[in-house]
């Protein structure tokens, strides 16, 4: 009986059993880009700024990338995915539909470690790039 407990205190105790959970019903976003917009005369409108949300439910994400310019913002897709998180922190997305055009999710890894989740992908070059996601209510 002393050896069953003390199995279960130590499952209990591992931060693999519950970082799953701590990522269901938690938003983040951040930033993937930006664009300027050169124009003729000024525009406090011209050029926006790309965000990443990701909406963690059960065992679903909600996926959006969003364009926020000073006057106004617009959706340019939301998709769903199915996730799972590795005990390394790694999660991994399965999309059941076909992505859509031009999304920036191809090559697209997510990590949850520390209490901190990034993103990581190549650029043009090659280069990796970092993404740093904060959390939002």
């Not at 069953?4 to 499952?11: A, H, M, R, S």
């Not at 003729?40 to 949300?53: F, H, K, N, Q, R």
């Not at 000073?70 to 897709?77: A, G, N």
């Not at 799972?84 to 997510?110: A, M, N, V, W």
Request: with cysteine.
């Amino acid at each position: 009986m002393k050896k069953n407990i003390l199995i279960f205190l130590t499952i209990l105790s591992s931060p693999v059993c519950f970082s799953q959970t701590n990522l269901i019903n938690k938003n983040f976003q951040t930033v993937i880009g930006n664009v300027c917009e050169e124009t003729s005369e000024p525009d406090p409108c011209a050029g926006y700024t790309i965000y990443l949300l990701l909406n963690f439910k059960n065992n679903q994400v909600s996926i959006t990338e969003k364009n926020v310019r000073s006057c106004s913002e617009s959706v340019k897709y939301q998709i769903k995915a199915n996730w799972k998180q590795k005990p390394d922190g790694k999660i991994i997305l399965f999309y059941s539909g076909k992505l859509p055009e031009d999304h920036f999710l191809e090559g697209f890894r997510l990590q949850y470690k520390g209490k901190q989740l990034t993103g990581y992908k190549k650029d043009w070059q090659g280069h990796m790039v970092e993404y740093e996601f904060k959390t939002i209510q």
